[in-house]
C-alpha cells in the first residue's frame, strides 16, 4: 500500500509505503510496485492512529442495543417514562435494558417506580457510574429475588419491610452469572465506528475481565470485528492471550469511597501484581480514593507502568505526591463536556479546579494518557481532545482554564503506546507498526477543531480498515 502526498511532522508532500503491518518507506516520491494499491491523501496529515487508554468495549457493543434512560437523550421523568413505555424486551434476552441513568432524571429509582412504568416485562436500568442496576418486580421475579424470604446477592438491598427494592450494587458478576445478557454482544459495529474516529488501538479497563471475555475479545479480533489492537485489563486471574493483537493489561483495582478497601489487602493485591511483573490501574474518581490509592503505590514501591484511572480531583498536595511515584494517570477530558454543567452543580467548590487536570500533570511531571471511558464517556476521542483544548462544558461553562492543553498535547493524549501510555507519543516513521489515521487536512487547519469529521482513512496493521466517503 502507497499513501500519497501526506504531510507527517509538517514536512509535505511525502509518499509513504506500508508493507508487511509496518511503515516501510517515507520519501519525497515513491514509485507503486506491480499490484501495489495506491491512497491518494491529497495533502492531509498523517498521524499515529488513536488509542483509546480507557474504554469497555462489551459494554459499548450492549449499549448499541440497550435504551438510553439519562441525559442527553433523557433528562426529566416524563422522558424516561415515554422512553420505557414504547419500549419492547430484547427477543434473544427477553429483558429491556437501560442504560445511562442518572438521579437528576427521576431520582433514586426503585422497583416500585419501575413497576408504574414497565409492570409487565423485565427491565433492568444501569446507574450512569456502572456500579447500580435497579430491576423491576418481573425482573426480580424472573432471578428469583423478589420476596421478603428471597437470599439476595451481597449488594442486593431491601426497602423498610425487608422486601427486595430492586437496587442492586455492584452485582454485576452475579447478574452475569444469571445469564441476562444476551451473549456475546456483536463487536463488529464496535470495531468499525472506533475505526471511523481513527482508532487503531484501545485499552479495555474493565475490572471483571477473565478468561472468558478475553478468549471473546481475542476472537474478535482474529475475525477482523475488532481491527484494532488491544490492550486488555482485568482480574488477577486473567489469562495471557497468545494473540499479538491483544495484549495482558494491568490488574484493575476499583475502589470506592463508599467501602475503601483495608490498606494492608490493597498492598497485598498490588505486591502480588507487582511480583507477577504486571502492572496494577487503579480507579480514583475521589479525593479519599485518590489518597488511599497514592499512598499504597508509594508503599507498594512503583511498578513503571502502574495507573491511576481517572484522578478526577487531584488538589496540590495529592499532585506533589503522585509526582513523587512512578504513575501514569488516565483522564477523560470528554467529561467535562458532557458532564462539565452538573459538576459545576454538585461538585463542592474547593474541588472545582481540580476537576480533570491536565495541564497540571503535566507541570508536575506525571505522565498523562488519555480514553473516553466509553460506554460511560462519548467514544469520539476528537472530543475529548477538544474538550481538553477548550474546557468548556456543553452549555457553555469553563471548567479550569489554567488546565487547557494545546492541539499538539491533547492528541498527545491518545498517540502514546497502548501498553505503555505513559512513554512518549508514537511518531510515524519507518520501522514503526503502520496503525496510522490519515486526516484530510493538513494539522494547521486540523488544529483549530479537533474532531472526527476530518479523519480521511483509517489503517491498522497496514490494511485500510476504514475510509471517509
Ligand atoms: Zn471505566
Same mark, same amino acid.
Request: aromatic share 4%; with cysteine.
Given at each position: 500500500?502507497?499513501?500519497?502526498?501526506?504531510?507527517?511532522?509538517?514536512?509535505?508532500?511525502?509518499?509513504?509505503?506500508?508493507?508487511?503491518?509496518?511503515?516501510?518507506?517515507?520519501?519525497?516520491?515513491? &514509485?507503486?510496485?506491480?499490484?501495489?494499491?495506491?491512497?491518494?491523501?491529497?495533502?492531509?496529515?498523517?498521524?499515529?492512529?488513536?488509542?483509546?487508554?480507557?474504554?469497555?468495549?462489551?459494554?459499548?457493543?450492549?449499549?448499541?442495543?440497550?435504551?438510553?434512560?439519562?441525559?442527553?437523550?433523557?433528562?426529566?421523568?416524563?422522558?424516561?417514562?415515554?422512553?420505557?413505555?414504547?419500549?419492547?424486551?430484547?427477543?434473544?434476552?427477553?429483558?429491556?435494558?437501560?442504560?445511562?441513568?442518572?438521579? /437528576?432524571?427521576?431520582?433514586?429509582?426503585?422497583? *416500585?417506580?419501575?413497576?408504574?412504568?414497565?409492570?409487565?416485562?423485565?427491565?433492568?436500568?444501569?446507574?450512569?457510574?456502572?456500579?447500580?442496576?435497579?430491576?423491576?418486580?418481573?425482573?426480580?421475579?424472573?432471578?428469583?429475588?423478589?420476596?421478603?424470604?428471597?437470599?439476595?446477592?451481597?449488594?442486593?438491598?431491601?426497602?423498610?419491610?425487608?422486601?427486595?427494592?430492586?437496587?442492586?450494587?455492584?452485582?454485576?458478576?452475579?447478574?452475569?452469572?444469571?445469564?441476562?445478557?444476551?451473549?456475546?454482544?456483536?463487536?463488529?459495529?464496535?470495531?468499525?465506528?472506533?475505526?471511523?474516529?481513527?482508532?487503531?488501538?484501545?485499552?479495555?479497563?474493565?475490572?471483571?475481565?477473565?478468561?472468558?471475555?478475553?478468549?471473546?475479545?481475542?476472537?474478535? /479480533?482474529?475475525?477482523?470485528?475488532?481491527?484494532?489492537?488491544?490492550?486488555?485489563?482485568?482480574?488477577?486471574?486473567?489469562?495471557?492471550?497468545?494473540?499479538?493483537?491483544?495484549?495482558?493489561?494491568?490488574?484493575?483495582? *476499583?475502589?470506592?469511597?463508599?467501602?475503601?478497601?483495608?490498606?494492608?489487602?490493597?498492598?497485598?493485591?498490588?505486591?502480588?501484581?507487582? &511480583?507477577?511483573?504486571?502492572?496494577?490501574?487503579?480507579?480514583?474518581?475521589?479525593? /479519599?480514593?485518590?489518597?488511599?490509592?497514592?499512598?499504597?503505590?508509594?508503599?507498594?514501591?512503583?511498578?513503571?507502568?502502574?495507573?491511576?484511572?481517572?484522578?478526577?480531583?487531584?488538589?496540590?498536595?495529592?499532585?506533589?505526591?503522585?509526582?513523587?511515584?512512578?504513575?501514569?494517570?488516565?483522564?477523560?477530558?470528554?467529561?467535562?463536556?458532557?458532564?462539565?454543567?452538573?459538576?459545576?452543580?454538585?461538585?463542592?467548590?474547593?474541588?472545582?479546579?481540580?476537576?480533570?487536570?491536565?495541564?497540571?500533570?503535566?507541570?508536575?511531571?506525571?505522565?498523562?494518557?488519555?480514553?473516553?471511558?466509553?460506554?460511560?464517556?462519548?467514544?469520539?476521542?476528537?472530543?475529548?481532545?477538544?474538550?481538553?483544548?477548550?474546557?468548556?462544558?456543553?452549555?457553555?461553562?469553563?471548567?479550569?482554564?489554567? &488546565?487547557?492543553?494545546?492541539?499538539?498535547?491533547?492528541?498527545?493524549?491518545?498517540?502514546?503506546?497502548?501498553?505503555?501510555?505513559?512513554?512518549?507519543?508514537?511518531?510515524?516513521?519507518?520501522?514503526?507498526?503502520?496503525?496510522?489515521?490519515?486526516?484530510?487536512?493538513?494539522?494547521?487547519?486540523?488544529?483549530?477543531?479537533?474532531?472526527?469529521?476530518?479523519?480521511?482513512?483509517?489503517?491498522?496493521?497496514?490494511?485500510?480498515?476504514?475510509?471517509?466517503?
Amino acid at each position: 500500500m502507497l499513501i500519497r502526498e501526506v504531510e507527517i511532522d509538517g514536512q509535505a508532500p511525502l509518499d509513504v509505503r506500508l508493507q508487511e503491518g509496518r511503515v516501510q518507506e517515507i520519501a519525497r516520491s515513491l &514509485e507503486p510496485g506491480t499490484g501495489e494499491s495506491v491512497f491518494p491523501a491529497r495533502g492531509g496529515v498523517l498521524l499515529p492512529g488513536l488509542h483509546d487508554h480507557h474504554i469497555h468495549l462489551m459494554a459499548l457493543a450492549a449499549r448499541r442495543t440497550s435504551l438510553p434512560c439519562g441525559p442527553p437523550e433523557v433528562r426529566d421523568s416524563a422522558a424516561l417514562a415515554r422512553q420505557l413505555e414504547q419500549a419492547r424486551p430484547d427477543p434473544r434476552s427477553g429483558w429491556i435494558r437501560g442504560v445511562g441513568y442518572h438521579d /437528576s432524571v427521576a431520582g433514586p429509582l426503585d422497583r *416500585w417506580t419501575l413497576d408504574a412504568w414497565v409492570p409487565e416485562h423485565r427491565l433492568r436500568i444501569q446507574h450512569r457510574s456502572g456500579a447500580l442496576w435497579i430491576l423491576n418486580s418481573a425482573g426480580l421475579e424472573a432471578l428469583g429475588i423478589d420476596a421478603a424470604d428471597c437470599v439476595l446477592p451481597p449488594g442486593a438491598q431491601r426497602d423498610a419491610r425487608g422486601l427486595p427494592d430492586g437496587r442492586l450494587l455492584r452485582c454485576d458478576d452475579w447478574l452475569r452469572a444469571q445469564s441476562t445478557e444476551q451473549e456475546p454482544p456483536d463487536l463488529r459495529p464496535v470495531g468499525q465506528q472506533l475505526a471511523a474516529f481513527g482508532v487503531t488501538g484501545v485499552t479495555d479497563a474493565t475490572p471483571h475481565n477473565g478468561a472468558e471475555e478475553l478468549s471473546m475479545l481475542s476472537r474478535a /479480533s482474529q475475525e477482523g470485528a475488532l481491527p484494532q489492537r488491544l490492550c486488555v485489563m482485568g482480574r488477577r486471574d486473567l489469562p495471557c492471550s497468545g494473540n499479538p493483537r491483544v495484549e495482558r493489561g494491568a490488574l484493575k483495582l *476499583w475502589i470506592s469511597e463508599h467501602e475503601l478497601p483495608d490498606l494492608r489487602d490493597l498492598l497485598r493485591e498490588i505486591e502480588g501484581a507487582h &511480583e507477577a511483573d504486571r502492572p496494577v490501574a487503579i480507579h480514583c474518581v475521589t479525593r /479519599s480514593e485518590l489518597v488511599l490509592a497514592a499512598s499504597a503505590l508509594a508503599t507498594a514501591g512503583g511498578h513503571p507502568r502502574d495507573r491511576i484511572e481517572h484522578a478526577a480531583i487531584t488538589p496540590p498536595d495529592l499532585m506533589e505526591q503522585l509526582a513523587r511515584i512512578p504513575v501514569t494517570v488516565v483522564t477523560q477530558p470528554n467529561f467535562l463536556w458532557e458532564r462539565g454543567d452538573r459538576y459545576a452543580r454538585e461538585v463542592d467548590p474547593g474541588d472545582l479546579p481540580w476537576l480533570y487536570r491536565c495541564r497540571g500533570f503535566e507541570e508536575a511531571g506525571v505522565s498523562l494518557a488519555g480514553g473516553t471511558d466509553a460506554p460511560f464517556g462519548n467514544p469520539d476521542p476528537w472530543r475529548a481532545m477538544q474538550a481538553a483544548v477548550e474546557r468548556c462544558s456543553e452549555g457553555g461553562l469553563c471548567l479550569g482554564g489554567e &488546565e487547557r492543553l494545546r492541539p499538539e498535547e491533547a492528541l498527545a493524549l491518545f498517540t502514546r503506546p497502548l501498553e505503555d501510555p505513559g512513554a512518549a507519543p508514537r511518531r510515524v516513521e519507518p520501522g514503526a507498526p503502520a496503525d496510522l489515521c490519515l486526516l484530510d487536512r493538513p494539522w494547521t487547519r486540523a488544529r483549530d477543531s479537533l474532531e472526527a469529521d476530518c479523519v480521511a482513512a483509517t489503517f491498522c496493521d497496514g490494511k485500510l480498515v476504514w475510509r471517509a466517503r
